[in-house]
C-alpha cells in the first residue's frame, strides 16, 4: 500500500488553522470496522510521537487542537490553532498490511 | 517511566552483519506486538519489521526481506533485529516501537547504524 502526503512543506502562522492531507492507494478499512490509519509527529531532534491513531482517535495527552478526519483512502489531519511547539514533520502511516509511511510534511512557522 | 532502550548499533563494512537489541522498562513487554521503523540521514521514516505479541506472525519491508530478521525474548522484555548483507542503503537510526491496539505509542530514542568502508 502505498501512503501519500500533501503538502510536503506547510509554513504556518501561530494561530491559524493548518492541514495536511494523506491517501492511500487502496481502502484502509478493516473488515472489523477499524481503518488503519495513524498519524506521528517528529518534533526536531525527537524519536517520533503518537498523535492519532485508527483515523481519528487522540492518543493519550494530545491536545485537543489536534483532530483527525477521513475514510476510506483519503484523510485529514488538522490543527486548529497552530503553536510553535507544534513544529515538525508530521507522518500518516497505514497499519492494515504491513506498515507503510507517507514522505512526511515539515511544519515551519512562517 | 515506560521506555525502550535501543543499543547494538556502529560502524560496520558492507556485506556485514550486526544485531540490534531493544530492551523494554517499567511495563509488561510480553502482550505488546513490536516494531522496528528507520531514519536514513535527512529522510523520512521507513517502517521495517514487525513481530506480534508471541512471534507468531513477523512482516518485514520489501527493502529489508530475507537480510533481516526481527525476533523477541519475552522473558527478557527484549526485542532483536537481526542484520546481514548490510549495505550502504542501510545507514540509518534504528528506532523500536511498541504497537497498542491502535498506533505505536511509545518510541525509543534510537541507535545508529553506520555502513562504510
Known amino acids: 500500500i502505498v501512503v501519500t502526503q500533501s503538502p510536503l512543506s506547510l509554513p504556518v502562522t501561530p494561530g491559524e488553522p493548518a492541514s495536511i492531507s494523506c491517501r492511500s492507494s487502496q481502502s484502509l478499512l478493516h473488515s472489523n470496522g477499524y481503518t488503519y490509519l495513524d498519524w506521528y509527529v517528529q518534533k526536531p531532534g525527537q524519536s517520533p510521537q503518537l498523535l492519532i491513531y485508527f483515523g481519528s482517535n487522540r492518543a493519550s495527552g494530545v491536545p485537543d487542537r489536534f483532530s483527525g478526519s477521513g475514510s476510506g483512502t483519503d484523510f485529514t489531519l488538522k490543527i486548529s490553532r497552530v503553536e510553535a511547539a507544534d513544529v515538525g514533520v508530521y507522518y500518516c502511516m497505514q497499519a492494515l498490511e504491513g506498515r507503510t509511511f507517507g514522505q512526511g510534511t515539515k511544519v515551519e512557522i512562517k | 517511566e515506560v521506555r525502550l532502550v535501543e543499543s547494538g548499533g556502529g560502524l560496520e563494512q558492507p556485506g556485514g552483519s550486526l544485531r540490534l537489541s531493544c530492551a523494554a522498562a517499567e511495563f509488561n513487554f510480553s502482550p505488546y506486538s513490536m516494531n522496528w521503523v528507520r531514519q536514513a540521514p535527512g529522510k523520512g521514516l521507513e517502517w521495517i519489521s514487525h513481530i506480534s505479541s508471541s512471534s507468531s506472525t513477523m512482516f518485514y519491508a520489501d527493502s529489508v526481506r530475507g537480510r533481516f530478521t526481527i525476533s523477541r525474548d519475552n522473558a527478557k522484555n527484549t526485542l532483536f533485529l537481526e542484520m546481514t548483507r548490510l549495505t550502504d542503503d542501510d545507514t540509518a537510526i534504528y528506532y523500536c516501537?511498541?504497537?497498542?491496539?491502535?498506533?505505536?505509542?511509545?518510541w525509543g530514542q534510537g541507535t545508529t547504524v553506520i555502513v562504510s568502508s
Open positions: 516501537a511498541r504497537e497498542a491496539g491502535g498506533g505505536m505509542d511509545v
